[in-house]
């Protein structure tokens, strides 16, 4: 059922496509060349040519159609996140073409249309998101794989260890290099507010192209530049697994926060996922996972003093 109702609800997601392959047919005969385009309150301010936007339109609404389609075929993707994306910006797309058509045809000429009533029309497409979003099945909280490796030799009461792995990616360092080089541009040019805010921008992102994972009796600590920004203590954990982690299931790459819950994705691969007391899931991705996946379990469960 579970699958049933994740694929009718992929489907859906090609109704924006055919609404607007219907509407592009029956105004065949009377599309105006130009139609409004950009509203400035109800009041047109841009203006396209109808053709153009026509396919422009088609191309992404078939876009979303795609992933969504692909979303349903493929078991492991979160669809709670991908499928009310896929039917928000096809319905969106979809409509603000009609919409704009219509607005034109109604007034005559696409510099006297308004916009009136005809803004709900892509409004509606926020409720069918949240609509989709909430008939899904939701993804259990609870890792279903993964190993939950402990220690061959537990550690023994005040006995220290810790372990310190890391995450790299690549192309958090590749934007970090392009909002760099910005930034010194931007400056030379005298444009010292927006060399300010690449400057920002460059260190978020080179935050994440090296991300480091400590574990120790205190928890599990993420830092970037040498500086901590995320723990989970370890008394709020019960148990962590080692999981292949794929960006598509947990809502991308970043700091992610998901109906299955939060993690931090560098890139796709090993990571660690925490089964936490009272709390969500947290994953993170990191270099040799099984070792630090290891040392907190048995952490977490010590062995008992004799």
Sequence with gaps: MTTSRTRLLA???AVPLLALVIARLAWSGQLPPVVASHWSGTEPDRFSDTTTYFWIALAVCAAAAVIAGVVAARVRTDAALWLPA??????????AWIVSVAATIEAGSPEAATLGWWIVVPLLGIVWAIATFALLPRTPHSPENGAAPTLPVPLTPGERASWTGYARGRWAGVLALAMTLAA?????VGALWLAVLFVVLAVVGGGFASVTVQIDRTGLTLSSWNIRWRKIPLDSIDEARVTEIRPTEWGGWGYRFTPRGTAVVIRAGEGIVLNRTG???????VDGAAQGAALLNTLVTPRPAS
């Design 86 to 95: 896929t039917v928000l910006v096809g319905w969106t797309v979809a409509t």
């Design 279 to 285: 709390g969500r899931p947290f994953a993170v991705t």
């Design 184 to 188: 010194v541009v931007s400056a030379l």
């Design 11 to 13: 489907a859906t997601s």
